[in-house]
């Protein structure tokens, strides 16, 4: 099982396949090969932020759990600060 700062570098490494593959894409419109890696990288992605927030709280304040008794977007320690990683 990852830790918080593996599974944080993990998502940024994905954040970056996909930045990079969507510059590709602007140029190669047509290129199935790329269209199909994107979409793996992004669910890859997706399913690597659930289980970050799910294990280590919201990333963003936008997935913070409005359903729980309280607000928890501004208990940290956040993923920027030093004792997140």
Known sequence: ???RCQLMQRIQRYDFALYDLQLYLDTHT????AMALFERYRQARAGAMEEYVRRFGPVKALQTDTGAEQWTWGQGPYP???EAN
């Open 30 to 33: 047509q290129c199935r090969e």
């Open 1 to 3: 099982m990852m830790n």
């Open 80 to 82: 920027w600060e030093r």
